[in-house]
C-alpha cells in the first residue's frame, strides 16, 4: 500500500540501485511517516505523517 504524507504529500520514490559493476535493480526509497494523532481543521484526527514535517512543526499534535 502507496502510503503519503497528508502534509507535504511525500511519498514512495522508485529507480535503479547500480552497483560497482553496473547491475541494474530496481528499487524503492520510501518515507520515513509516522502514524500521529494531529490537529486537522480543528479536531484531533490519526493520520501518517513524515518525520520532517513532524519536527519542523509543519503540523500540530495532539494530546
Known sequence: MA???IVCDKGTVTGN???HAENKNRRTWK????????IVQGSPKRA??????LKSGKVQRAL
Open 17 to 19: 540501485l547500480r552497483s
Open 48 to 53: 501518517y505523517v513524515c518525520t520532517r514535517c
Open 31 to 38: 518515507p520515513n511517516l509516522q502514524r500521529a494523532r494531529i
Open 3 to 5: 502510503r503519503r504524507c
